[in-house]
């Protein structure tokens, strides 16, 4: 249950018209960490979406254009973990320990069954829930994923740490990773960018070096090539989406299609002309996909 909660705009129970407009709110869980989130608040309806994060991102990296699609029939809820922008504590240095973190978010929220959307770190952070802890998740969208263990997973690329891991990574830097060179690809990147930075007031904090550090150290370990890893995956009987761009350069879109392989229940789709961002580039298009997965009869 939680502890307290507390929010920096709007009232409790009311409905912003867009993510960007949503409040800062704060809950503590039973672990002591003060959990910083947005939530659509629509209370009403079945089962809320829990969305996980990218690496060295917080509430605001999230694409309004995104979530406000995916909040049309769905309560969808964003949130720092431990240590991330405005959450409080320390960042952990493992995925176990996030996945462990998150569950104390749910727990302090009253939700004890969600459809989890995780993206790249946010990714692993949902299989490890999906493993550990089963009977709280009731479908599994992984985005830009690869399974524990998968060869050629230890660390990222020179090119690509370089861009998105450094003291002052700036949009440069990030279009270059989370988009392709096309002009069209390019463009919805600038566009995306342009929607994150649109909410001027009541930002979220800027995830810290510490976090950042911490971050790629589970990255790393998550990575340790472990074929005995792949095998858990099996136990994995959810239906789950496993999707990415054909040209993402921080987890290449075999390790999605390996994923898929390995998990009972999975599909696939990797969108064309696009890169990690993916789901930004092609928000319209991959919230429809998300939303036929989560209504589809199992």
Known sequence: ?????????????????????????????????????????????????????????????????????????????????????????????????????????????????????GFSLGSFVAQQIALTRPRIVRRLVLASSAPQGAAGMHGWSPEVIGAIGSPNTGAEEVLDVFYTSSSASRKAGQEALQRMFARSADRDAPPSWATREAQYDAVCTWGIPDHGMLQRLGCLKLPVFVANGDSDPMILPHYSQLLAGLIPHAAVKIYPDSAHGFLFQHHTEFAADVEAFLTEPR
């Open 1 to 117: 249950m939680a502890t307290g909660t507390t929010e920096s705009s709007t009232g409790a129970g009311q409905q912003a018209d867009s993510y960007v407009d949503l409040p800062n709110r704060t809950v503590t869980a039973a672990n002591g960490i003060d959990y910083a989130y947005r939530d659509t608040d629509d209370s009403s309806r079945d089962v809320p979406l829990l969305l996980l994060q990218h690496f060295r991102g917080n509430l605001d990296n999230w694409d309004p254009a995104l979530v406000d699609a995916l909040a049309t029939t769905r309560r969808v809820i964003a949130f720092d973990n431990t240590g991330v922008g405005g959450s409080s504590g320390s960042t952990p240095g493992t995925v176990e320990q996030m996945a462990d973190d998150a569950v104390a978010f749910l727990t302090a929220m009253s939700l004890d069954h969600v459809d989890v959307l």
